[in-house]
């Protein structure tokens, strides 16, 4: 079985393991990050059964991604992450798996195997939906920081649409029963507005993540014409999780790390059991 070779290292974020580690270690650290580099609590609490996480370069978003992974720290880890992004590409199937490992400057992160095989209804095997996608890869090397051996199951989303992320959560829900795991929703907000304008819309997409609301999470973005492109991630990881509070960690956009007139929003959510 041949492994997927990453797309976007050197791009995204840095092409070898020295300037990665660095890199994540900085996002920590930075004004707009948690403030410090987290230890693995082996015997967390583990109340933490989803996120939502940012996926742009690492110098913009990666501050607001490192709260997610500090929580997750604190919280002790799951036996699996899965992973679920949206398909910018537009390849492969609408709803995603692979059984590929990841390769990452970090190492080899693994595919749940049998996670993978209860999938296959809407959620199928093809590994050309994930070839060229970054929305999943730039979550790895985190987990690998804070894990070297950890497990994923990827999930491309192509489609989008409530119908989509509701028969998609069903699948996963059955496929996690008897697993420990954390779901992870890789997205933006608003895509290249004014600040403010970024703000407002967000806010009122974020409101409805907070409320545990996924039909509201797709309402808003239709009818306030968020440029989200993570909505149907988002959902089905509501959908799926069965979570009962939610916690913004923080918000944030690209003009708070380089001025710009137009931004890109980045906001890190955990649920908790």
Same mark, same amino acid.
């Given at each position: ?8 290292? $050197? ?23 948690? $403030? ?9 609490? /583990? ?26 720290? /604190? ?15 537009? =390849?492969?199937?609408? !709803? ?80 996690? =029963? ?37 039909? $509201? !999470? ?15 991630? !988002? ?10 509070? =939610? ?17 890109? $929003?980045?906001?890190?959510? !955990?649920?908790?059991?």
């Amino acid at each position: 079985m041949t492994a997927r070779h990453p797309a976007v290292a $050197g791009q995204f974020y840095p092409g070898n393991e020295m300037q990665v580690r660095a890199e994540i270690e900085a996002a920590f650290l930075s004004p707009l990050g948690p $403030g410090e580099v987290p230890e693995v609590v082996g015997d967390g609490r /583990r109340s933490i059964v989803g996120a939502m996480v940012p996926h742009a370069g690492w110098m913009y978003s990666g501050p607001v991604a490192a709260h997610v992974y500090a929580a997750l720290a /604190r919280d002790g880890l799951p036996e699996t992450f899965i992973i679920i992004g949206p398909n910018h590409h537009g =390849a492969g199937a609408p !709803v995603a798996t692979t059984t590929q490992d990841f390769i990452t400057p970090l190492g080899l992160a693994t595919i749940d195997q049998e996670i993978v095989r209860r999938l296959g209804r809407y959620v199928v095997d093809d590994p050309s939906a994930h070839l060229f996608e970054h929305s999943i890869e730039v979550q790895v090397p985190f987990l690998q920081y804070l894990d070297e051996d950890v497990s994923i199951v990827p999930i491309s989303m192509g489609a989008q649409d409530p119908h989509t992320a509701a028969e998609t959560a069903a699948e996963i829900r059955n496929a996690v =029963a008897d697993r420990d795991v954390v779901i992870l929703a890789s997205t933006d907000m608003s895509h290249y507005v004014p600040p403010e304008v970024a703000r407002k819309k967000d806010q009122a997409v974020i409101d409805k993540v907070l409320a545990l609301d996924a039909t $509201g !999470v797709y309402d808003e973005v239709v009818s306030r014409n968020v440029t989200m492109c993570g909505y149907g991630p !988002v959902m089905t990881m509501l959908m799926a999780c069965d979570g009962t509070k =939610a916690e913004l960690l923080q918000y944030a956009n690209s003009g708070d790390v380089m001025p710009m007139q137009e931004v890109v $929003g980045y906001a890190g959510i !955990v649920v908790r059991r």
